[in-house]
């Protein structure tokens, strides 16, 4: 299925920016997932807490879909909707990507995965 990119406005995706390598992972926070409905590819989530409905389009709601399966990263995220939408994985898409994880996040939708990293033992 073929998608456009709709532009999101005043959004800052500095919070989210990582340095290549390290860059975080992201999972739906399933105590303010609230309830949510799928029609057409469009996802819509209403908010328990907040009484706000928000709407998806087929791109974010490709997005939120697959952060219900498992946990993601941007660049995770961004391959997963090239190929879901037969779109070019290019830098466009990752900002979109980038954009969309920032909206969930300020919508309480998403948290990061705790770093579950050990340190390394001494000798």
Same mark, same amino acid.
Request: glycine share 10%; aromatic share 8%; charged share 30%.
């Given at each position: 299925m073929a998608a456009t990119l709709r532009p999101i406005e005043n959004l800052d995706t500095t919070s989210l920016s990582q340095k290549a390598?390290?860059?975080?992972?992201?999972?739906?926070?399933?105590?303010h997932l609230g309830h949510w409905q799928c029609w057409?590819?469009?996802?819509?989530?209403?908010? +328990?807490?907040?009484?706000?409905t928000?709407?998806?389009?087929?791109?974010?709601?490709?997005?939120?879909?697959? *952060?219900? $399966?498992a946990p993601a990263t941007r660049a995770e995220l961004t391959d997963h909707l090239a190929k879901?939408?037969?779109?070019?994985? +290019?830098?466009?898409?990752?900002c979109y990507t980038e954009l969309v994880l920032e909206k969930f996040r300020r919508c309480? *939708?998403? $948290?990061p995965v705790p770093n579950t990293a050990t340190p390394p033992r001494s000798v």
């Open positions: 390598g390290n860059e975080r992972a992201w999972q739906i926070d399933r105590n057409d590819g469009e996802v819509v989530i209403y908010d +328990d807490l907040s009484g706000d928000m709407m998806l389009d087929v791109v974010m709601s490709g997005a939120f879909l697959r *952060l219900l $399966e879901q939408f037969d779109l070019d994985s +290019d830098r466009q898409l990752a309480g *939708l998403i $948290e």
